[in-house]
């Protein structure tokens, strides 16, 4: 033991002489390019310091990890013992390398209950009462409320047009301008999920959601399905056609709904460890669902990216940066990125503009894997929009990193599917990488990747078999390499990302001005 220890700090030592240097030879801004070509110091060190990420050590937190699920009734799934141990080895790890570490809840929906049948009536211009479940259901996850306020129809194709999937309505924020707070919003099915209908209502200030079907064959009657989303604080229900356009026929229609249900809530935690070096303004973010499924260990989903960033951060824990490093492992992202999501809405503005940049790796060793970059600037044109400003640039980075291997790589579209879309939507530039899901691996791609076309990149991606013999070692060796090049880069150099401080400080800047002045704050 001892003598591992010292093998262990003469190596540490060698890395942090080397990976100091920015700190001695200060590279300007104007001279960094944001470009992947050039011998900038920032990457020669990055490059140096991947090769001290070994996918053997990377192995062994897998093996804890299986461990543990097998311990525990084979999952480490979000409010479970096989959770919260595995929390505790990654966060043990981090505490003894010198980290500081805290962990912010995580509310999740255990169940949902309804207790009484709801309640949807006309009351003006008629009264007229319509029935459960033939003219209406509950939309599960739906709050319970009692609600009597005048309905508004939300650009709603009427009548129907004949083919499916042609109403927009409520899609857009747009879609509610002239909305009055406190009414009911009648929103017809169509293109987008009802999740962001409903989102878009409650955000209109909608005391209540009545979808309704669109009207061509097969899209007439109540739908029961689950909105996802459990906290709309509002009844939210699923009407058949021809309730949605009686509903429709007068601008004053009142109506009387009543939903009595209620969502069981469980808690789990995120992880969270920052760095001792660095500016505490400039964070660089990193992180990985700690989670699995409850039908098996979770080792590649999401087992591998947790590895390998916890390899990441130990290797980096005793060498000064110049920005502060935030890692993260986030809780119930398979219950909906409820981890991310709840943490990065419970910071301040101020708070979340001290994150430069967000680094997201999700699934980095697939057995039949493809290495897939997040696509920051839509150059793959998928269909999904960029992402923040400096995006492309993270894209980029990690990029030059395979190139520099003769390593192909492909771009994959910020599909909302991961952690990265909190952080994204708070313009945060993010970036990442993907080995595949479900997907099917083309003819193309097995050319290009190697492995088996027509299969799965994952084929036991969510389910009982995802335990540690699902990895691809190759893949975990050279993704892990790329994760603690792109973490080490950034580290340091931060060219091409918006200073997002700058911002900030103007705008309190003009605040404080102001003050010294004035007088006396999933289913479609």
């Not at 003598?3 to 002489?17: D, I, K």
């Not at 747009?174 to 009911?184: H, L, M, T, W, Y």
């Amino acid at each position: 033991m001892r003598l591992r220890f010292r093998r262990t700090m003469v190596r540490t030592a060698t890395l942090v002489t080397a990976i100091t240097l920015p700190l001695a030879f200060t590279v300007p801004a104007s001279a960094a390019p944001a470009t992947t070509t050039g011998p900038v110091v920032s990457d020669v060190l990055a490059n140096v310091f991947a090769t001290q990420i070994k996918g053997k050590n990377v192995q062994k937190h897998l093996d804890k990890f299986q461990e543990i699920a097998t311990a525990n009734g084979g999952n480490r799934a979000a409010g479970t013992p096989g959770y919260d141990a595995s929390l505790a080895y990654v966060q043990d790890k981090l505490r003894k390398a010198g980290y500081k570490t805290s962990t912010t809840d995580v509310e999740f929906p255990l169940g949902w209950q309804e207790f009484s049948p709801p309640v949807l009536e006309q009351t003006a211009p008629e009264a007229k009462t319509y029935a459960t479940p033939a003219d209406f259901v509950t939309v599960i996850s739906s709050a319970g409320g009692d609600v009597t306020a005048q309905v508004q129809v939300v650009d709603a194709v009427i009548p129907p047009a004949p083919t499916p999937n042609t109403s927009t309505a409520g899609c857009e924020a747009s879609d509610f301008e002239g909305f009055v707070a406190g009414r009911i919003a009648l929103i017809q099915r169509g293109t987008c999920p009802f999740v962001d209908k409903a989102t878009n209502a409650k955000a209109a200030g909608a005391a209540g959601v009545i979808f309704f079907n669109e009207g061509q064959p097969g899209r007439t009657d109540p739908l029961v399905f689950d909105i996802i989303e459990w906290r709309f604080d509002m009844p939210i229900v699923m009407a058949s056609t021809a309730v949605g356009l009686d509903l429709a026929d007068s601008p004053n229609t009142t109506v009387h709904l009543k939903v009595d249900a209620r969502t069981e809530v469980g808690r789990t935690k995120n992880l969270i460890a920052d760095s001792r070096w660095g500016k505490s303004g400039e964070i660089v973010a990193v992180g990985a669902h700690l989670d699995s499924v409850p039908e098996g260990a979770g080792i590649n989903d999401n087992g591998s990216g947790s590895a390998a960033i916890l390899e990441t951060a130990l290797k980096l824990a005793h060498v000064p940066t110049k920005h502060r490093l935030r890692f993260a492992w986030w809780g119930a992202e398979e219950l909906g990125l409820l981890g991310s999501e709840q943490y990065v809405a419970g910071l301040s503005q101020a708070e979340r503009d001290k994150i430069r940049l967000y680094l997201n790796f999700d699934m980095v060793a697939s057995p039949n894997d493809g290495t897939f970059l997040y696509d920051g600037d839509d150059s793959d044109a998928e269909g999904a929009p960029a992402g923040p400003t400096g995006s492309a640039e993270i894209e980029q980075r990690l990029a030059a990193f395979y190139t520099k291997r003769n390593l192909p790589v492909e771009g994959t579209d910020f599909t909302g599917r991961s952690d990265y879309g909190a952080f994204i939507a708070n313009g945060i530039p993010a970036g990442g990488i993907f080995t595949g899901a479900e997907g099917i691996k083309t003819p193309e791609q097995a050319a290009k990747f190697g492995g088996t076309a027509g299969v799965a990149y994952d084929p036991c991606y969510h389910s009982a078999c995802d335990g540690i013999t699902n990895i691809n070692a190759a893949a975990l060796e050279r993704n892990s390499k790329a994760v603690g090049y792109a973490t080490a880069f950034y580290a340091y150099d931060l060219t091409g990302i918006p200073d997002r401080n700058a911002a900030a400080l103007a705008k309190s800047a003009a605040s404080s001005a102001r003050f010294m002045t004035a007088p006396e704050g999933a289913a479609r």
